[in-house]
DNA sequence: ACTCCTTTCATACTAAAGTACTAAAATGCT
DNA sequence: AGCATTTTAGTACTTTAGTATGAAAGGAGT
């Protein structure tokens, strides 16, 4: 939470800053506007792509109608409950790796962990678990 | 259902063959009424466990809220059903054919043949369409 | 800075799961 | 009684899953 704070502070600092310099550079003419407006979309628009690589990484926060007093006793990580997401969709840890855009062997270790924490041994028995304890939606 | 009433009809009748012969032994005085008694016993304790055994086969009849048109469409066979009611608690194939007394084999069998009906590739993408169809308690 | 946790990934296994056939009883229905 | 389906089971593989272990990098908090 403190992060999140201190980063949109920072961001709308650079944005003063950059309108201020906007100003001067226009003002002293040694910069097209052009060059300045450029500057500006192609910061906010890597600025755009971090926020929404953050926000998009929702696992826990934007988990529907989901107990989340449960999931926060179990221990589960954003990524192994992001992951324990999609083995109750189906998936093969291949495609969860595929999605996920990482490596199997990544997604292995996540279902090892999330199977300890969830006392299951089988991601069939984690799906059912996780059900009962009202931590998947649907 | 036909069956169940001749096999009723058939145990009143062999009921009433051993009231008779008991009678007739007891008058004769060439068996003890307790021998009677015991036979009886072991009779009906078989038939009990038969009865118990067969009516203990609920799969598809007494499942809860269940769609029961998709289940009938899917062509599922009673015993797979029952296994795919087992896979969606988390039990491992082993663990399918010890509570069903059946070998693993077996339950592999009735796996694949059930994958196959539900357009399935994994267990645990079978319990996830299996519960979007509405097949499934909970 | 230091430390804990998370995320990532790899190797090397062991253990389940699944597939593909084949085949024999049993069950159910006509 | 005969036929179709179901249930059972086996063998022989291939493919996923899961475990154990080690290791590197980055984020977060003290």
Redesign the pocket.
Known sequence: ???TILIFAALIAALLILFQLSKYSYASGDASIEIIIAFIAVIFFFIGIYINKKSR?P?IDNAPQVNKKSLEQL?L????Y?VLLE?SQG?????I?TK???????I??????L??KLDA????Q?IQKAKTMGILPN
């Open positions: 939470m403190k992060r990484t696992a221990g990580s954003r990524r192994e992001e083995i998936l093969s840890n291949k495609e790796a996920l855009f990482v490596s199997e062997s990544t292995k270790t996540h279902v090892s962990n199977l300890v041994k089988r991601r069939t984690a």
